[in-house]
């Protein structure tokens, strides 16, 4: 019993965890609403975190589970699914003629592997282990993109010494979460949820790493604000020329 109830409280945890890394990007979208231009944000992070929540969504259902024994998983990733689609709608709406065609680049193929994923599972693979192993093994691609993706801001951010667009608070709930699951993973002694995190884990350490050797070296453009996804503190920030035709920003 004393296992259960510390893999059931790991999962709590885990679950709390992934909902302040789901509920993080929320100041950036009410930017992008505010400013109505999505401006040097990507929209990878956001589409690889909905095809990880959906796939782990399908992994907790019980066509893929036996019964019940992953609901935490389906609890959480549901309602990431609906959260990223949001994000991720927002994103079209306000992005350039450019930023709209990435997004379709990045989206039909991930929707693709999202239905491909779940007929195969389905119709494919007739028990419960055949199942887990094949949508696990996607799983494990996309739940290692979803804790990778910000590092597609990392070039910038090492060129311009500035991580306002690589949030940290993206990257710290990244972190965390992927050590909560790996941790239920292990609880569960299923490979398949811990091996994506041990993974994520320390993919995690280096976005927190890069963001204290830059968080004081960029150069900022905004008026007073708080923002969670930068540094949580309130700033007098003043107004400067121009770099490379970005104001400043990455």
Not at 33 to 43: D, F, G, H, L, Q
Not at 64 to 91: A, D, H, R
Not at 190 to 210: E, H, K, R, S
């Amino acid at each position: 019993m004393g296992g259960y109830a510390l893999h059931l409280a790991v999962g709590i945890m885990g679950n709390a965890t992934s909902l302040l890394l789901f509920a993080a990007p929320i100041l950036t979208f009410k930017r992008v609403i505010r400013k109505r231009s999505t401006e040097e944000y990507s929209c990878v992070p956001y589409i690889v975190a909905l095809f990880n929540c959906f796939l782990y969504t399908w992994y907790g259902l019980p066509v893929v589970s036996n019964k019940w024994e992953n609901f935490p998983l389906v609890t959480i990733n549901g309602l990431g699914v609906l959260m990223e689609s949001t994000f991720i709608f927002i994103y079209f709406w306000f992005a350039s003629a450019k930023g709209k065609k990435v997004v379709a680049l990045v989206a039909v193929p991930v929707i693709t592997a999202i239905c491909i994923t779940a007929l195969v599972s389905t119709f494919a693979f007739h028990s419960h282990r055949q199942r887990k192993v094949f949508v696990g093994s996607v799983g494990l691609v996309a739940c290692v993109g979803m804790y990778g993706s910000p590092l597609v801001a990392a070039n910038k951010v090492m060129k311009t010494k500035s991580v306002e667009f690589m949030p940290f608070y993206l990257s710290l709930f990244s972190f965390l979460a992927s050590l909560l699951w790996m941790t239920y993973g292990l609880l569960s002694h299923d490979l398949f949820l811990t091996c994506p995190n041990l993974i994520g884990c320390p993919l995690g350490i280096f976005q927190l790493m890069l963001y204290f050797m830059y968080r004081k070296k960029g150069i900022k453009a905004e008026p007073i604000k708080m923002d969670i996804e930068s540094n949580g503190s309130v700033e007098l920030k003043t107004p400067q020329p121009a770099i490379n035709g970005t104001n400043g920003k990455i």
